[in-house]
């Protein structure tokens, strides 16, 4: 396949492997803030998100500007325009990297990511309202990532004192999340089951609940019982997954295997977040156990997606 026709195939679920990359920086830098962990692992992780993040987003401007009317059908794509917003959700994720770094250039990021966020979000959610095409088989858990968008923004908006703005956010993150917590589990349940290339999506049900108990406890400054519910049903949905091992392994690899990181690397954070709050070793031991199993997976993630993209099974028209 030509360069070009790559180009033009350039999938923006490419995304969602920053959002697992810029998670796992951030685990790794709370690794360092709870644990003592070596700072040079989420300092070099951060680089490599970073970089990976930058090549992505010229070569997707390329693609808007040679291949306008590609980019006008994937953005109109029930499936993928729902990873638009990841975007806008790696800038938010660099802001929360940067905190402990640079205030000005957390800002500067955090500005951009939420702009764009809220942008991305209220496009996403006028072609729900406002479809003709849509059905129930299109629906799947990747619906869920304009929704955790919206509650990633209080995690950089509170520290830099963004406070009102924060409750926007995670009020409308959690809202829509319970909305569409019950169309997801209604089509998975009474209707055809999720395609293979869909099935990783389903971790992306960790993330609002895991995500939500950091943003609520940041906006709170305490563990309440809200909290505790928005933990508990995190881990609740991390067992239920991790119980179906067997049928995840068996899977070809495709893409669409990013949606394991970033709920992981979500899941990770709040367990440790916990553990530091209630002064409990066992939250914080399932957090560093879930760092490292995240930190093997993206090795591989990245490894695979390499293998993919030199063999030309990548970039290619969906079939």
Known sequence: MQPQNRLQNMPVTFFAMVMGLAGLTVAWEKAGQIHAVNSAIAATLLVQSLTVFGLLLVLYIAKGWYFRDAMRQEWANPVRMNFVPAIS??????????????????????IAGTSMHLLISLHVINSWLHQQHFEIHHMNPAWFIPAVGNVIVPLAAVPLGYIE????????????????????????????????????????????????????????????????????????????????????VRLPFFMSWWAYSFPLAAMSIASMELGRISSNAFFSQVGLVLLLLLSVLVLMLFIKTLRAAQSGTICVPES
């Open 165 to 248: 703005i924060a409750w926007f956010f995670f009020s409308t993150g959690m809202m829509l999340w319970l909305v569409l917590l019950v169309i997801v589990f209604n089509r998975i349940i009474f209707h055809q089951p999720l395609p293979e290339k869909l099935l990783p999506t389903l971790f992306i049900l960790i993330a609002p609940p895991a995500v939500g108990f950091l943003s609520y406890i940041s906006l709170t400054g305490s563990v309440d019982t809200f909290a505790l519910v928005l933990y508990n049903f995190a881990l609740f949905l991390t067992l239920l997954l991790f119980s179906q091992f067997p049928r995840f």
């Open 89 to 110: 959700i790696s800038l938010l994720l660099f802001a929360v990297a940067f905190l402990p770094l640079s205030l000005p250039i957390s800002r500067v990021l955090w």
